[in-house]
């Protein structure tokens, strides 16, 4: 007699609904599109926890061996550029001479690694860890090129852990009169290089070799050469070295679970509360309809704004207000423009009659029936919340802790990722964003189409 | 001629009592909307103020404000500290007496709900107008004309083209040209500020064929007609991104719509009498649709007050919609209370123009003024 007798009988509304939904190519794609970004959603939740992608979006030291804004490989390589990836040379793969003296050890770590790009690195930088008790090391380090030339680097005392950024040496680069990072690895600039004409990449084996002076017995340093390149990974890097793949993969299931529990708590919520008001009548009715004129008055992403900038912005405040004012929109209406004539339909005359109660008519007969209707309406909305959650974190109320879409495109925009060329930039998150919105609109209009009875014959 | 006047006399006795019952509805969707201003503005205020959460802030920095100006002034400097102190004690007290900060945040929100009901905006607190007009009605002023061109241009362009376009749709439905318009619909899922961001890529950095953003060339044109066309070229890329995002699911909704109501059993009869398709189109489909459009002609008017945020941020546009996110930014109350309130005002004036004009078209609203 209920809803499961229905439900089973074969030509039930849902199953007939689908059916037809399969003739659809939009949907098919929507469904496919939706299927993806649910499968890295999944694969970013297992293979990255929540804690870890907190702690890697925070950056700091976890990304000191990532370039600044690096653009994709894949990219770099499409459009038929050799840009070099970061390279790293670490003393455990170094060739080490030791000869010992009275008081005193030099030691010789020699860095090789080749170098065959058409690009120079971006950047150049030494890290060195010692262990001593007293008396710091002393270090003298040389540049060979591939050529046999030799460029000495100086020399300097070294503490436990230090970091010597080669590429913001001021002396080198006066006597190179070039950056280091690509004076190092420049032609010869002997034959004349006009000014504003770029130097030339010198190809080869390259050694960066450090003499080290040991005062104390039995001490040791580890070093790591590391020429940042200038592409990296498949989303490239953001100005604080952060890899912008953890955001992009992180930012999927923080929008897609904004977007569903904002579109459910708000759909399902309202069409319960505007059940109730049409069954109820009475002041719970005017109540529920007067609480909808007010809130229609209140804007609502400047309430959003004022939250965010008074209170907090995590995103489950936002959430929570973002459904709050939802609840009483202007779909109040419309559902209950719906569920009037259904109150008065013979089969809750006959659930009346077996002494069903106001809840159970509410829950189990009026809001099914319209249920239908609400699906379109339901997956539609799924990209308005999406968007809504990036628009904040565009303005700067992102959650500040979590990675998403929309603070990729917030830090893009205030380090003007646009006017520096930086497309991958704002290309990769946005991209993304699209095809979420993409995705469930083809979907939700394919079954606006279906299970809308007014369009199914247009 | 006795007859005559009693038709008269009877003829309007019913335009009294239709009269009648339209005053009681009037009068009744009045009262209704006053106090969903009111309950609309004070909640604004509530929120605006964090609860008179605000207020701590505000005496804090009054606090230290006063403390900072004695002691940087050098003739205080003389002055033993128990001294000074009094006289911070007495700057405080100042301040807080003007902004009347000792008494309860409750007294204080109903005195800002009856300010802000007789539209008396009051004084921002930290933002002034360009003009440097510390007057909040100054300062909206000054930023609206910017956002009616902006969103007046786009909205007015969207709402022709699509209703016209709509029509033309629905007399060929099925056609590939419709097809395409459903199949571009979804587009209309991102915002137009997403729109903008792409916009300004392609033609504004990759080829630069309009500006990234602002309002008029830095400095602006002497000239009038090159001020104007500077603005031109300014506005073209905010108004296609705004066009782009809402001109497809805009024809989708009035397309279905017109469609839904080119199928009612009277349109039939026409077409069955033979009628020619320009007469049923006029007489018949958008006669008995007019007042929805009108509905959403003037809702989008209203809508234009509030402009958008994010648009105006990312083309960096000196309108309302940034002037709230800097004002919400500063904590400054009186103006975020002041646009809201101008706008909760408009949209109810909106809803009782149209609630009136309905009552006035609709002869079924009429008879429920009478209805026991």
């Known amino acids: 007699m209920s809803q499961n007798g229905r439900e089973r009988s074969p030509m039930s509304p849902w199953r007939e609904g689908f059916r037809r939904l399969r003739r659809y190519p939009s949907a098919l794609v929507g469904v496919l599109i939706i299927a993806g970004l649910v499968g890295t959603a999944l694969y970013a939740v297992l293979a990255m926890p929540y804690s870890e992608a907190q702690k890697l979006w925070r950056g700091g030291e976890v990304w000191y061996d990532l370039p600044v804004n690096a653009s994709p490989v894949w990219l770099d390589r499409l459009t038929g550029g050799q840009a070099p990836p970061t390279l790293k040379v670490s003393s455990r793969d170094a060739v080490t001479t030791t000869r010992e003296f009275e008081n005193v050890t030099i030691q010789q770590l020699i860095l090789p690694f080749d170098f065959y790009y058409q690009q120079f690195p971006s950047e150049l930088n030494l890290f060195l860890e010692a262990d001593f008790t007293q008396r710091q090391p002393f270090v003298r380090l040389a540049w060979h090129t591939p050529d046999g030339l030799e460029i000495p680097l100086g020399a300097r005392r070294i503490g436990a852990a230090e970091r010597i950024s080669i590429s913001q040496d001021q002396i080198l680069t006066r006597r190179l009169g070039l950056p280091p990072q690509i004076g190092l690895f420049a032609q010869d600039q002997s034959s004349g290089v006009a000014p504003g004409q770029s130097p030339a990449v010198r190809q080869g084996s390259y050694q960066l070799v450090l003499e080290t002076v040991h005062f104390e017995p039995d001490t040791e340093i580890r070093a790591e050469l590391v020429a940042y390149g200038r592409v990296h990974g498949l989303a490239g890097t953001d100005h604080q070295r952060r890899d912008l793949l953890v955001a992009l993969l992180w930012g999927t299931p923080v929008a897609l679970a904004f977007g569903l529990i904002a579109a459910v708590g708000t759909t399902v919520t309202t069409l319960v509360i505007a059940a109730a008001g049409v069954w109820y009548r009475g002041w719970l009715d005017a109540a529920i309809q007067r609480l909808t004129e007010v809130n229609i008055i209140l804007p609502l992403l400047p309430i959003l704004v004022m939250v965010g900038t008074l209170y907090s912005t995590s995103i489950w405040l936002m959430l929570g207000v973002v459904v709050a004012l939802g609840i009483f929109s202007a779909g109040i209406k419309m559902y209950r423009a719906m569920l009037l004539p259904i109150r ?111 369009l199914r014959n247009l | ?137 100054n300062i909206i002023v000054e930023r609206l004309p910017a956002t009616l061109l902006l969103f007046g241009t786009a909205n007015l362009l969207v709402f022709f083209v699509s209703v016209y376009a709509a029509l033309g749709l629905s007399r060929r439905y099925g056609s590939k040209l419709d097809r395409a318009v459903i199949g571009l619909a979804p587009t209309s899922a991102a915002p137009a500020w997403f729109y903008g961001i792409f916009l300004i890529l392609l033609l504004a950095f990759v080829v630069p064929l309009f500006p990234a ?120 109350t009186p103006v975020i209370i002041g646009s809201v309130v101008i706008f909760a005002y408009l949209l109810a004036a909106t809803v009782f123009l149209l609630d009136f004009i309905y009552a006035v078209l609709d002869p079924r609203v009429r008879i429920e003024g009478g209805r026991q």
């Open chain 2, 213 to 332: 953003g602002g309002m008029v060339a830095v400095p602006p044109p002497d000239d009038p007609w090159a001020y104007a066309a500077s603005v031109l070229k300014h506005l073209a890329l905010p108004v296609t991104a705004m066009f782009v995002a809402q001109i497809f699911i805009s024809i989708y909704s009035w397309r279905t719509f017109f469609l839904i109501h080119a199928s009612e059993d009277y349109v039939e009869m026409a077409r069955a009498k033979g009628l020619p398709d320009r007469l049923i189109e006029q007489r018949y489909i958008l006669r008995p649709t007019l007042s929805p459009i009108v509905t959403s002609f003037l809702l989008m008017l209203i809508g234009l007050w509030s402009g958008a945020i994010i648009l105006e941020q990312v083309f960096n546009w000196p309108g309302l919609g940034t002037l709230l996110f800097e004002a919400i930014g500063h904590r400054d």
């Open chain 1, 344 to 454: 008065e339909a013979p089969y809750i005359e006959a659930a009346r009659a077996y002494g069903a109660g106001g809840g159970r008519i509410v829950l189990r007969y009026m809001v099914p029936r319209v249920l239908p209707v609400l699906i379109p309406t339901f997956v539609t909305l799924i990209p308005t919340y999406v968007f809504l959650e990036a628009s904040l974190a565009v303005l700067g109320l992102g959650d500040p802790v979590l990675p998403t879409w929309g603070k990729v495109l917030h830090d893009a925009q205030t380090q003007s990722a646009l006017y520096h060329g930086f497309y991958y930039w704002v290309v990769g998150p946005a991209l993304l964003l699209m095809l979420t919105g993409l995705g469930f609109a083809m979907l939700g209009f394919a079954l606006d189409r279906v299970f809308n009875p007014r």
């Open chain 2, 1 to 137: 001629m006795m007859l005559e006047t009693g038709a008269d006399l009877n003829r309007d006795r019913a335009w009294m009592r239709d009269l009648r019952r339209l005053a009681l509805f009037v009068g009744k969707r009045l009262v209704a909307l006053v106090v969903t201003v009111l309950v609309g503005v004070y909640l604004t205020i509530l929120i605006a103020n964090m609860g008179g959460k605000v207020d701590e802030l505000r005496l804090v920095q009054i606090k230290t404000a006063a403390a900072e100006q004695i002691r940087a002034d050098p003739a205080f400097h003389d002055l033993p500290s128990a001294e000074r102190e009094a006289l911070m004690q007495a700057q405080v007290q100042l301040e807080v007496d003007r902004l009347r900060l000792d008494e309860p945040f409750i007294w204080r929100s109903f005195d800002y709900l009856y300010q802000a009901m007789r539209l008396d905006l009051g004084r921002a607190e930290e933002m002034h107008s360009d003009a440097g007009s510390r007057q909040v009605y």
